[in-house]
């Protein structure tokens, strides 16, 4: 039985380890008086002290990251000062400081696994800062654009056609032609920016009309996917609309028909239809995780969708043998760097919870546990699906922790 199916994972600064266990110290702040040659003491109780964690993990491969790269990973999270975010499977997303001494644990028995021990100490103090969001917001930017580079390189590197292979040359031109129609398709359907989106028509004629040199020359091929890619996010201003749009790339050639690698020619038929397949969903992947850090979430729930999502589709692609290892390691740095923007999100973003109401009209809802409507009214009607007219309410319903 793997790890995975004994042990859950938890994160430190975005980094992934194996929770065992933590133990969790509270109590309250207290000042004790007594007096000289008298009996009695007086206790003035001044508050509750911030929780401290003591927890107990598990270092090992996670999700495509091998052990060594998340062992210095960790190491150099626990070394750093300031605060962090601790994510646990029990007590959800915590400001909180790593404090020294760190015990990791490895030994000749148990070679590519180590265990370790932390105290945490939760913070108050504000993390989510201007400067924070966006010193993060700019390295996912600055990932996402290297991902990118690598991508084409190893598209350039890689993708060949042989003159002796013309069936070759049809497959690729024609799996060309379906990414492009598909960045119509799409493109057609989310764009609310018109004169963006005639640029971008202008693009995917532009693309038709080269087909033929795109086919032959990778390295133009590559800057043209990027190039639409590019384009194709400034059709629509909502984040999270981009996001569900670019992921509908992500399965772009799962549907391909299989055919067996007995011969040369299929080797290298196979071979280019996979770098395009990879080309496509991985690009797509990366310029997602760049659009998701301009999101605001409307609750936990529409953030763990996109944080599932995202990460889905990296597990699906980490690992194919087509992608190069530059394009795999600064991926995952895209990736890690994601993941912290989600855990910084998971301190603010709404919580939602189930209650039980007898028949009173919504708007009394409403104010019973906002205090003010401020169109509340609506986001209730919208967690429960709620369809009509809807005047009153009543039953199990969902509602925003206020």
């Known amino acids: ?57 598990v270092i090992a491969d996670i999700d495509g990251i091998d052990y060594l790269t998340l062992l210095s990973r960790l190491e150099t999270a626990f070394n750093q000062p300031g605060l962090k975010i601790l994510v646990l499977p029990i007590g959800g997303s915590i400001q909180v400081v790593a404090k020294r001494p760190v015990s990791i644990t490895q030994t000749k028995n148990d070679l590519g696994r180590a265990t370790f021990t932390v105290t945490f100490e939760q913070s108050e103090s504000t993390v989510d800062s201007p400067q924070a969001e966006s010193a993060n917001q700019g390295e996912i930017l600055s990932f996402n654009e290297q991902v990118n580079a690598d991508l084409n390189l190893n598209l350039a590197d890689n993708f060949n056609i042989s003159s002796g292979f013309p069936d070759n040359f049809d497959n690729a031109l024609d799996i060309i032609g379906q990414s492009i129609d598909l960045f119509d398709a799409i493109g057609q359907e989310v764009a609310n920016i018109s004169e963006q989106a005639s640029i971008f028509n202008s693009q995917i004629d532009t693309a038709l009309r080269e087909i033929i040199s795109l086919t032959n020359e990778p390295i133009l091929l590559g800057n043209a996917v990027r190039g639409l890619y590019d384009q194709f996010i400034l059709l629509n201003d909502n984040a999270k609309t981009r996001v569900n749009a670019l992921a509908r790339f992500f399965d772009f050639g799962d549907d391909f028909v299989s055919f067996p690698s007995n011969t040369a020619s299929r080797i290298e038929k196979k071979k280019n239809q996979d770098l395009l397949i990879l080309q496509m969903q991985a690009t797509g992947l990366s310029q997602s995780y760049n659009d ?76 019973q546990y906002y205090g003010e409507l401020d169109n509340l009214d609506q986001d209730i009607i919208d967690l429960n699906m709620l369809r009509g007219n809807v005047s009153e309410i009543e039953g199990d319903i969902r509602i925003l922790s206020p």
């Open 292 to 367: 998701i850090s301009l999101a605001e979430f409307d609750n936990i729930e529409e953030l763990e969708s996109f944080s599932d999502l995202l990460n889905n589709q990296y597990l699906k692609i980490i690992e194919l043998p087509e992608l190069d290892q530059d394009s795999r390691v600064n991926l995952s740095n895209l990736r890690q760097k994601t993941r912290e923007f989600f855990d910084r999100e998971r301190l603010s973003a709404p919580q939602i919870k189930t209650i039980n109401t007898p028949k009173i009209p919504l708007t009394r809802l409403v104010y």
């Open 1 to 57: 039985m793997s790890l995975r199916d004994q042990l859950q994972i938890a994160s430190f600064d975005g980094i992934p380890f194996y929770w065992q266990s933590h133990t969790t110290t509270v109590g309250s702040k207290s000042i004790t008086h007594e007096y000289p040659n008298g009996t009695k003491r007086k206790i003035d109780f001044i508050g509750t002290f911030e929780d401290v964690f003591s927890v107990n993990g």
